[in-house]
């Protein structure tokens, strides 16, 4: 009798001997726990349980302090209690409705501007100007130095006439230090501080660049604005909550439904958009690798569970025997692992909130608020979390523990208990998806993942039953000449079809997890990054007006910029599609929204750009009467096809045209592209700018300094500075996800481990079988290693397919970029898979052959 089926016995006995009670059942259920763990049965369910709490907690607790601090500095985030904002200036009627209600006002204006140091050579750089009015901010504080390096204070007031403040990366990039002029626009301004700390800067486009504040009544002398400028007007309303509610009804009642377009509305709710959506985007990311996590754990937890149901078969039998019935198996059992659960689910919490620490270091500069403590429901939905992936997915496979026939101690069956697993599973997998819904935050999410896992489990499953039928008959075929291992090995595996299926499964489920994260931090991060050739264009110009042309072309190429092609570029808004008026109302989607509710960038061309490909519909060529070229994505986004009719408001003239076809844009060459294009006698009566884009090696950026100085009116984008602020953001979340993916990574190995220990006794007990039957240790060794080598390279083959298939959905979907198949995958995924399985195997089975073979029946 084995050391588990005594220990039951005397387990049965003292539960027979002291009664039935509520207490006697929950003391017996604690010694069953503290037995199993010292027999080791319980380590991998644990290991796993806290992984799984500890992924998901770490995120949830980020999440809820992010929650918290947005809500609590929504007011510092946006510099007041409610925000007008609009691409053009604001209509005097809110601000004079504000004033009414007795709130506080204050205006902002943030555009682009090239910005000039003074002296005999001077710099140019692009700055973020932002224009702002007496009492800004309304809300919260601005924190400036009197110089780089030197302490900061708060202050509520704004730059004296005739100063700017600037970010110190301006001054780095001028060469310039405080006290000296930089030149805005036409006009000379004194550098009067450096600005520390703006909560309500945002991450749009334009606040990549370097910041330069200056007095709103100050820009007209700068003439920076005019026609074709890009400019973000805000009105700012700050005062009592009922002021303020009654000022936001009457905003809506004027914006709402489209009524003002190119108007919008933010509120305390709203906090900050741009950065709830930097934020919102990192959270789901994180969330989805905190799902993967969880989704593994359930893997090595059923796993487990299984391996441990079929030790203590016997067991279960033997204290049947003796007269325990099955209601008191099954609270034992429930007792017992929900202990675990508890405990598990409290080391995972301790654990997950170490591990946000580690997010919240990594994804440090994008917050930059000082968060509250955490509330207490993300650690109650850990724990949670932890006893529905125990609860679910450890007590289906233990069900047949309560329901075994005492007869099991003569004759080896089950009866019929393990059909009543699959109820409880069903259960345990609906209970999962909850969990996993909850914790993504929406339905779409979370059933996207539940259902991809599902299908993924049952395609590699059938795939494997399928290749483990095939292979065994090809190898009894008189046709292949197999040896004696190969033979009983795909014999044995066939046999026990249900369970090698399943090993087979969660091996390559395991396996592709840890390709894809090695795929995403290698192959889909550098194709992102060499999505840009070398030589894309890194200098833009805009606001170039009709009569600077040649001027600017001519500069250009005594300089040696040939590449320098101008487009013309019309602003229109989008005010009706075949004739029904839109707004951005008219559209579910919150991209489609926003490019409806903004103005176009409209070109005319008569020839096909280069870098375009006809998608549908032909090419207008030469013609003369309106028509419209759309880019591929925009025409999805709004429902438009060619023969379809969109009509513009260009400056208060409204142009309508069919779409004749669509164009597909190669957005990644950092070429001048546009959305819409038209014929040149469609627009050409229209006012327009021009745009250029070209390639400038770093040491030349003295020929824009010249060029701006010349012409003041110009702006030029160093898209490279950008892109490095950009990369650095990316950085900052790849960071946290990799370090998120190391419980990934832990909870992959464990599934791996599991998935190779669940049939480990009853190759122990062939193994011997074959033995006393008279095979040689040679033979034994080779059905070993036949058998892992099918298992492991099966797994692998079906792991390197998904994970090439994520890849590339990964790859195209969310990175836009286009990622080639990689043939090594496949031989690595194989090789990974087949190196796995024989170092389980091995660490298995490495004692059964110098072991006697009755021995190895004894324990097995």
Known sequence: MSETVRGSTARAAAVKARGLSGMEVLRQALRMTARDWRAGELTMLLLALVLAVAALSSVGILADRLHQGLERDARRMIAADFIVRADHPVDPQFSQQAKALGLNTATTAIFPSMVNSTGAQPVSRLAAVKAVSVGYPLRGELRIAPAPGAPDHPTRSIPAPGTVWVDQALLDALKLHVGDKVKVGSRDFTIGAVITRELDRGFAFVNFSPRLMLRADDVPSTGLIAYGSRVTYRLLVAGTDASVANFAQFAHERVDDGKMRGVALESLQDGQPQVRQTLDRASHFLTLVSLLTALLAAVAIAMAAHRYMRRHLDGCASMRCLGVSQSTLRALFILEFTGLGLVGGLVGVVLGYLGHLALLTWLGTLIDVVLPYPTIWPMLEGIAAGLVLLLGFALPPLLPLTRVPPVRVLRREWGEAGRTAWAAYALGIALFAGLLIIAAGELKLGGIVAGGFAGGMLVFACIARVALWGAARLVRSERVNAGIGWRYALASLERRSGASALQITALGIGLMCLLLIAMTRNDLVAGWRKSTPPDAPNEFIIDIQPDQRDVVTQYLSAHGVTDAALSPMVRGRLIAINGKPVNPDSFKGDDAKRLVDREFNLSYTSELPDDNVLAAGKWYGAATAPQISIEQGLAKLINVKPGDTLRFDVTGLQMEAPVTSVRKLDWGSFKVNFFVLMPPAALKDFPATFITSFHLPQNRQATIDGLIATYPNLTAIDTGPILAQVQRVLEQVIGAVQF?????????????????????????????????????????????????????????????????????????????????????????????????????????????????????????
């Open 740 to 860: 998120l993916f190391a419980f990934t990574l832990a909870a992959g190995v464990l599934v791996l481990y599991a998935a190779l220990a669940g049939t480990r006794d009853e190759r122990m007990r062939e193994s011997a079988l074959l033995r006393a039957l008279g095979a040689s240790h040679r033979q034994v060794r080779a059905v070993q290693i036949a058998e892992f080598v099918a298992v492991g390279a099966l797994a692998g083959l079906m792991a390197a397919i998904g994970a090439q298939i994520i890849g590339y959905v990964l790859a195209t979907r969310v990175f836009e970029f286009y990622l080639s198949f990689d043939p090594w995958v496949l031989p690595a995924g194989i090789a990974a898979g087949v190196a796995c399985a024989g170092l389980g195997g091995w660490l298995s089975l490495r004692h059964v052959l110098a072991r006697p073979a009755l021995q190895s029946l004894r324990d097995a």
